[in-house]
């Protein structure tokens, strides 16, 4: 039996702090330099430089050229499922997270998770799509009803279909600040790309933290009847 070995070989990986917080760094699905995330781990660029590699070698990162740099990122979901895991395992028997920093509170309000939006707001969403019976949920998956794709239609979502999507369709992730579900998979995605594209929300620089504008916090309250109003526009305090 060949998984305790290779369950002790990525938590070697990703128990070292300086890895981890590189990890974790990409977790909003975004790509960074080296040197973004040397800077993000306080190290040395040339001690980010091994570990990336160690990283990369073990299947938990991806690396892309851009010109003269190079640019890494999470080489799939899985990876940041198992990252968001690790934290709801570690939290699940301390007392409930309650953040304190200005930081930590935008991370609760509304962040990403990979491509898809995680935190207080998306968890009120989630609850929101159940109450008007657009989806079912299950203990790990959400259905989306006939009702859910007509509205998500008329919201200009484009849900994948279930054979163009090599992920899993609608998924629920526990999310480790609300210790609640909200949906993930392909469908979270898309959801949370069309909240972008309408301008709804943005997001916050060197943070998984999102920004709901203005506009954002008219949709989601004119659509859903959610208060967004924590999760506002930074910008103008």
Not at 130 to 149: M, N, P, W
């Amino acid at each position: 039996m060949i998984t305790g070995p290779i369950i002790a070989e990525i938590a070697a990986l990703v128990g070292d702090p300086a890895r981890a917080t590189m990890v974790s760094a990409l977790l909003d699905g975004r790509a960074l330099t080296a040197s973004e995330l040397a800077l993000a781990a306080r190290i040395t660029p040339q001690t980010a430089s091994t570990h990336l590699a160690k990283l990369t070698e073990a299947g938990l990162l991806s690396a892309v050229r851009n010109g003269r740099q190079r640019h890494f990122r999470l080489a799939s979901p899985t990876v940041a499922d198992m990252i968001e895991g690790i934290v709801a395992v570690a939290l699940e028997k301390r007392p409930r997270y309650r953040p304190l920093s200005q930081q930590a509170r935008a991370l609760s309000a509304a962040r990403m998770c990979y491509d898809h939006l995680a935190g207080r707001l998306s968890v009120d969403l989630t609850d929101a799509f159940v109450a008007r019976k657009y989806v079912v949920l299950d203990e790990e998956a959400a259905e989306i009803t006939t009702a859910g794709a007509r509205f998500l239609g008329k919201l200009g979502i484009e849900l994948p279909t279930r054979r163009s999507s090599r992920r899993h369709f609608c998924r629920l992730c526990l999310d480790w600040t609300e210790r609640r579900p909200h949906i993930a998979g392909a469908v979270g995605a898309a959801i949370t790309k069309r909240y972008f594209d309408l301008g709804w929300m943005e997001r916050m620089k060197r943070s998984h933290a999102v920004i709901v504008t203005p506009l954002g916090r008219r949709g989601f309250q004119e659509t859903f009847g959610i208060d967004a109003s924590e999760s506002g526009d930074r910008r103008k305090r």
